[in-house]
């Protein structure tokens, strides 16, 4: 015998698919959110890794910030003690210089010549005095230049005193002459303080 469906099963069947598609749907968008999920979370943590390197190197970057901070006040205070340094060689050069300076300068006074103002600026030297005449300044300029300490010793003024200081030394003059320590060094085989 033959059966026959009664039943609607086009019905049944078109509903059945209905429910496939609503399933496959739901799973494909709960699958969808679950993969969106995953790549947000992926990312997050590659962003919060990238901050966290960031967070390193910027820590880094500060504590070499404070090295150069700290070498700079380094080098100015090594400038400092360089320049400090030198003026002391300076200081100890000249030492021996003033000794010799004023040795020499009394050895060339010649008799009837009074120095009253001795001036020094840098090499320069300019010697102020009383004398009883033009030729006793004269005599004197030619010790000068005959000391290897001094070079071009050049007359200044002489002139009549105007208040004289005794009645013998009538004239006043001013004579300026280069200090030359160079020949002082070449002559001890050493170097000028400060070179090279």
């Given at each position: 015998?033959?059966?026959?469906?009664?039943?609607?099963w086009r019905e049944e069947a078109r509903r059945e698919r209905q429910r496939q598609f609503l399933y496959s749907l739901i799973g494909t968008l709960v699958l969808g959110?679950?993969?969106?999920?995953?790549?947000?979370?992926?990312?997050?943590?590659?962003?919060?890794?990238?901050?966290?390197?960031?967070?390193?190197?910027?820590?880094?970057?500060?504590?070499?910030?404070?090295?150069?901070?700290?070498?700079?006040?380094?080098?100015?205070?090594?400038?400092?003690?360089?320049?400090?340094?030198?003026?002391?060689?300076?200081?100890?050069?000249?030492?021996?210089?003033?000794?010799?300076?004023?040795?020499?300068?009394?050895?060339?006074?010649?008799?009837?010549?009074?120095?009253?103002?001795?001036?020094?600026?840098?090499?320069?030297?300019?010697?102020?005095?009383?004398?009883?005449?033009?030729?006793?300044?004269?005599?004197?300029?030619?010790?000068?230049?005959?000391?290897?300490?001094?070079?071009?010793?050049?007359?200044?003024?002489?002139?009549?005193?105007?208040?004289?200081?005794?009645?013998?030394?009538?004239?006043?003059?001013?004579?300026?002459?280069?200090?030359?320590?160079t020949q002082k060094d070449e002559e001890s085989g050493e170097e000028p303080v400060g070179a090279g």
């Open positions: 015998m033959a059966r026959i469906n009664l039943l609607p959110a679950v993969l969106v999920l995953i790549v947000g979370l992926f990312f997050d943590q590659r962003i919060s890794h990238q901050e966290a390197r960031n967070q390193q190197i910027q820590v880094e970057i500060n504590r070499l910030e404070q090295r150069i901070a700290r070498i700079r006040e380094l080098e100015n205070t090594r400038n400092r003690l360089l320049s400090r340094k030198q003026i002391i060689e300076s200081l100890q050069a000249s030492r021996s210089l003033t000794v010799e300076l004023l040795d020499k300068l009394a050895k060339t006074i010649p008799v009837g010549i009074t120095l009253t103002n001795v001036r020094q600026q840098g090499p320069n030297l300019t010697l102020l005095g009383t004398s009883q005449s033009n030729a006793r300044v004269s005599a004197y300029l030619q010790s000068l230049d005959g000391m290897d300490l001094f070079v071009r010793p050049e007359l200044q003024y002489v002139r009549a005193a105007e208040k004289p200081a005794s009645r013998v030394e009538t004239y006043e003059f001013a004579i300026r002459v280069r200090l030359d320590n």
